[in-house]
């Protein structure tokens, strides 16, 4: 793979078109732009990230988190793009507008995640694993489609489905991004035939032959062509780092802010990542304020600025073989020595003590009752549509979703559309409304 061809301001969808117009802004960050101001990211507000959805105490959600994790992706592509110009000063490649790519894939990470965090993922998958989805097996598998879409279902291949799905009523490609935008956000680049039953893959049979368009003009080398599966877009490994590094350090910031973890607790974990000279320099700062919060929070920005240095060092150490498609651990697994154990410890301490508290529990719990309710119902609705109940339900969902796709595996996408599109307090009432449990105000 090159960088002039992987850097692409092609459109997904509007690849005839040539506006005469001069743009002041770049193409990506045209991208940026265009989520930010989307309907489904002002949606993340009211989706969980882990913790439950704030009460007097404010934690992240789906919208805050990924908003910090695009800020920490933007820093990745600058220090990124600054050194591969300084490598490669004569190149025609736009790697000034790295930064632009990763923060607008950054944003868009997390879009295609069902309600309730990631439980709400696991709720779908089981449904159709393990529940009562299990008996549309054979009829799915019968007319062609993809069984292990629904069984392994990932967020991330949610995500570019609804970027580039052409749903009912809406413009041809989607949102419309650029390819290199798009191709940023598939981590998992292959099909859920080859994710060995987790919930790791790039794209659904639905979106294969556009993820292969994209691919194609971009230079990104096929590896397998049945089940398909590609070598990882380069920006790819940036927006895993800024995820990595954003979510795991919050969470305890999080967790402390909620009491599941004392002060004293925090504060040496974060030390964890700093060598002495670093360490004293922390310590002196923290004198000149008194404030817990205040301290947690320069301790979080100090540790996040380490990991932003730590990650792009890694990826232009490796940059070569990452270009030659070389397989790669995620960045944050190669840092040094004294950071990548500190991280580990991390994420050890909240395996054990943070997500498996009983807030998050009991919002699993949730999750895996109103998903699984929501999809035995709307399922069968697809499958009956001519039945008095079938009819009433279907008159809730709004128009852009297929529920009269000609397959079975369109139906069930559809419906699958739009579960995950909901937000965690739209899904609990309409679960309260269904089972009468609440009604509307008359």
């Not at 800020?71 to 000063?89: A, D, I, M, N, T």
């Not at 969470?251 to 004392?262: G, N, P, Q, Y």
């Not at 000279?277 to 923290?286: A, G, P, V």
Request: charged letters at 25%; hydrophobic letters at 35%.
């Amino acid at each position: 793979m090159d960088w002039i061809q992987l850097l692409s301001i092609k459109r997904f969808g509007l690849e005839n078109y040539r506006s005469e117009k001069k743009q002041e802004r770049t193409e990506y960050q045209r991208d940026y732009d265009r989520l930010i101001f989307s309907s489904p990211f002002r949606r993340l507000q009211n989706k969980t990230q882990v913790f439950p959805l704030p009460g007097s105490i404010f934690v992240h959600n789906r919208l805050t988190h990924s908003l910090e994790v695009s800020s920490v992706g933007r820093s990745l592509g600058e220090l990124v793009g600054r050194e591969l110009r300084k490598k490669y000063p004569y190149s025609p490649a736009h790697f000034e507008e790295i930064a632009s790519i990763v923060s607008a894939a950054c944003l868009a990470h997390d879009l295609g995640n069902p309600p309730f965090g990631h439980s709400g993922e696991k709720a779908i998958s089981t449904f159709f694993s393990e529940g009562e989805g299990r008996k549309l097996k054979a009829e799915v598998e019968a007319e062609g489609g993809r069984w292990s879409d629904f069984t392994c279902f990932e967020g991330n291949a949610n995500t570019l489905r609804l970027l580039m799905h052409q749903f009912q009523g809406r413009r041809r490609g989607g949102f419309a991004l650029t390819y290199s935008t798009l191709a940023s956000i598939v981590k998992y680049p292959f099909s859920s035939e080859l994710s060995g039953g987790k919930n790791k893959f790039g794209f659904f049979a639905s979106e294969e032959d556009e993820y292969r368009i994209i691919a194609h003009e971009l230079g990104i080398t096929c590896i397998n062509e049945n089940p398909v599966k590609f070598m990882r877009y380069p920006p790819v490994y940036l927006v895993e780092a800024a995820d990595d590094i954003s979510y795991q350090i919050m969470d305890i910031e999080d967790a402390h802010k909620l009491h599941l973890v004392t002060t004293e607790k925090t504060i040496d974990l974060l030390f964890g990542f700093f060598d002495e000279e670093q360490r004293s320099h922390c310590e002196k700062n923290l004198n000149m304020v008194s404030d817990v919060n205040e301290q947690i929070a320069y301790l979080r920005a100090n540790v996040i600025g380490l990991l932003v240095n730590e990650c792009a060092k890694v990826f232009l150490q490796n940059e070569e073989s990452i270009l030659a498609g070389e397989e790669q651990k995620a960045l944050i697994k190669n840092i040094s020595d004294k950071a990548k154990n500190a991280y580990l410890n991390c994420s050890k301490f909240a395996a054990e003590n943070i997500y498996r508290s009983k807030d998050v529990l009991d919002i699993e719990l949730a999750g895996y009752r109103i998903i699984g309710f929501l999809l035995e119902k709307f399922v069968n609705a697809v499958q009956t549509p001519s039945h008095v109940y079938s009819r009433l339900l279907l008159g809730r969902i709004p128009d852009q979703y297929e529920t009269c796709a000609s397959s079975l595996y369109g139906k069930i996408q559809s419906i699958i559309d739009y579960i995950s599109g909901m937000t965690d307090l739209y899904a609990l009432d309409l679960y309260r409304k269904i089972t009468g449990m609440g009604l509307p105000e008359i």
